[in-house]
């Protein structure tokens, strides 16, 4: 008998030392997973459907499947638990994981975002079930740990001091880029750049849209991108993402911040309800890497957004960081003049941001 007790207690205290450290496992794998600016775990939603039974659709892409709400994604995890994509439905953005990468800008500002998020866009938006389609299996065999230019890639292809780079054909494709010309034309004193420079403009060529309209540069903005004319590019231009030619004609990306921010596509991850201060979205943990932010900071454009930039990830200091192409710093940047690239806090951007959305 008292052998059979003392096994019992051996027995009990290897089932608790057992769960002990499969705790221990979670607790690393979800730290390391933040750590690597995975930040669908800190909103993980309701998870519905199948709880990762595995199935053709999972063999194909080596891993898991399952569905997340708030908003609704498909998330693939791999057989290590790592979190391998994030798919959310109505948008064609993807969110990968691969290579550790890091983005700095130290002209500007001491931020440093080290990622393995990349960015892609998917040939159709995502709806659930689109795992087992031959398109998406057949675009993820192509960009599953690639190296190949992402959106981040492209977008630090126009900060200052980035190299011109020209394609085959000798056109200067990306390289350090302006914000607009200098404003010598008497209106909108308080502006020191004119705005209105899109992404054929920098390239200095004329470019045909789908819905018949061409864009006509001006050699006054050659190697110029406004805010929304840089996500044109970015988005549009080099990962191919279809454009509009305004905000009113087409089927695509429209030309400004404000129809952007007002567009149905995609998925609105923080909708808009206003554009005055009370109207500041009150948590921003559902945005990830990739999302399109919308502000108000110019109260002469009235009910207007008139500034759009793209999140880039959590930096080393845990603050939140985005992209965009600004007036005061002459071009793209995460730089810290006119106000640091944080949407977390109570900076400049974090209180004119009004809404964000996943393309």
Not at 131 to 138: C, D, M, N, P, S
Not at 142 to 156: H, I, L, T
Not at 173 to 191: E, I, R, S, W, Y
Request: with cysteine.
């Amino acid at each position: 008998m008292a052998a059979k007790k003392k096994s019992r207690r051996i027995l009990s205290g290897a089932v608790v030392l057992g769960l002990v450290g499969v705790s221990a496992y979670l607790t690393l794998e979800l730290r390391k997973q933040e750590d690597h600016g995975v930040t669908e775990i800190r909103n993980v939603g309701v998870l519905k459907g199948n709880r990762g039974v595995s199935g053709p659709a999972e063999a194909r892409t080596g891993g898991k499947w399952t569905r997340m709400e708030n908003p609704a994604r498909s998330v693939l995890r791999g057989p290590d638990g790592q979190v391998k994509a994030v798919l959310t439905d109505g948008a064609q953005t993807a969110k990968l994981s691969g290579p550790a990468r890091t983005f700095e800008e130290p002209a500007s500002t001491a931020s440093k975002v080290s990622t393995t998020d990349w960015v892609r866009i998917m040939p159709k938006p995502w709806s659930e079930g689109a795992e087992k389609e031959k398109w998406f299996r057949e675009w993820y065999e192509k960009y599953a740990g690639s190296k190949e230019d992402d959106v981040f890639a492209f977008a630090f292809q126009y900060v200052a001091g980035a190299p011109l780079r020209k394609d085959e054909k000798g056109l200067a494709l990306a390289g350090d880029a302006n914000f607009g010309p200098l404003n010598t034309t008497g209106k909108n004193t308080g502006d020191l750049r004119l705005e209105q420079s899109d992404f054929y403009d920098y390239l200095g060529i004329p470019y045909p849209f789908r819905d018949g309209g061409v864009g006509k540069p001006e050699a006054m903005r050659a190697r110029s991108l406004d805010c929304s004319g840089y996500i044109r590019m970015v988005l549009g231009y080099r990962a191919r993402y279809p454009l509009m030619s305004s905000d009113k004609s087409g089927d695509g990306l429209p030309r400004t911040a404000n129809g952007m921010a007002r567009s149905g596509r995609g998925a609105d991850i923080l909708p808009l309800t206003g554009v005055q201060a009370q109207d500041r979205p009150s948590a921003i943990d559902q945005l990830q890497p990739g999302d399109l932010v919308f502000f108000k900071l110019d109260k002469r454009t009235g009910e207007r957004l008139d500034h759009v930039g793209i999140v880039l990830g959590h930096d080393t200091e845990g603050h939140l960081i985005f992209v965009s192409s600004r007036e005061e710093i002459n071009g793209p940047t995460i730089g810290d003049v006119g106000g640091v690239s944080r949407l977390d806090g109570n900076g400049y951007y974090a209180k004119t941001l009004r809404s964000a959305k996943r393309l």
